[in-house]
């Protein structure tokens, strides 16, 4: 089992709500991301678990907020969105964090900021 | 900087036809190259890792070869077909952040469209 999944598929949310994306892999992985794809640009990313260690991205801002409650999961909790940050939202995952390891995404969640 | 690119940014092929994809990237020290595929607003599937060590890695229809020295890959489609339409990604993996994680920098991809 190679599969790494995520809900929802889609989300519409007001600048004023609270939302979370969840990601979910049974597949034993120590490392797993956040990133981001705007139309027609590829993946950047957002975060970094390894080990359960979060990895800051100090260009991400704080509306968007990582969670990582156990090595199986990953959540991204976000408030106060703007409609510039309507994308396609990817959660992967890896063994760990080593640099010959492969990464395996899901299938995003497709948010739209209203 | 390590920069990825992919070229070109879209091929239009007929049905049957083999065709080739290419990707480079200026540092030559990497690891691994992946190569991935991406349906319309849809996420990522893995087609292939290869290894730094390894010059190709097939899979089915598909092919991989890599080639550090001049730092390039590409990806090889045997016999295509109208499913094979799709972006595909290139990408290798760098070090972030120094606490034993990496991420992903990509190439821009190349939109493949197969005509039946």
């Known amino acids: 089992d190679t599969e790494v999944t995520q809900t929802p598929k889609h989300l519409v949310m007001g600048m004023t709500n609270k939302k979370s994306l969840k990601c979910e892999q049974h597949m034993g992985h120590r490392a797993m991301y956040w990133y981001k794809q705007k139309a027609k640009k590829p993946p950047e990313l957002m975060f970094v678990?390894?080990?359960?260690?979060?990895?800051i991205n100090e260009s991400v801002p704080s509306r968007f907020s990582p969670e990582c409650p156990n090595s199986s999961l990953l959540n991204l909790h976000l408030h106060a969105l703007q409609p510039e940050d309507s994308a396609l939202y990817l959660c992967a995952s890896s063994q760990d964090g080593s640099l010959n390891t492969e990464a395996f995404f899901g299938q995003g969640t497709r948010l739209t900021v209203v | 900087k390590q920069e990825v690119t992919q070229i070109p940014a879209a091929l239009s092929v007929p049905e049957g036809e083999n065709l080739v994809l290419n990707c480079s990237f200026t540092d030559s020290a990497i690891y691994n190259l992946q190569w991935f595929r991406q349906d319309p607003g849809k996420g990522l599937t893995s087609l292939l890792l290869?290894?730094?060590?390894?010059r190709e890695q097939t899979s089915g229809r598909l092919n991989a070869s890599l080639d550090k020295s001049s730092g390039r890959s590409t990806l090889y489609i045997a016999a295509s077909q109208p499913g094979d339409s799709a972006t595909y990604l290139c990408a290798v993996p760098r070090p972030y952040s120094g606490a034993g994680s990496y991420q992903l920098t990509f190439g821009k991809g190349t939109k493949l469209s197969v005509i039946p």
């Open positions: 290869i290894q730094s060590s390894q």
């Open positions: 678990y390894s080990y359960e260690k979060l990895s």
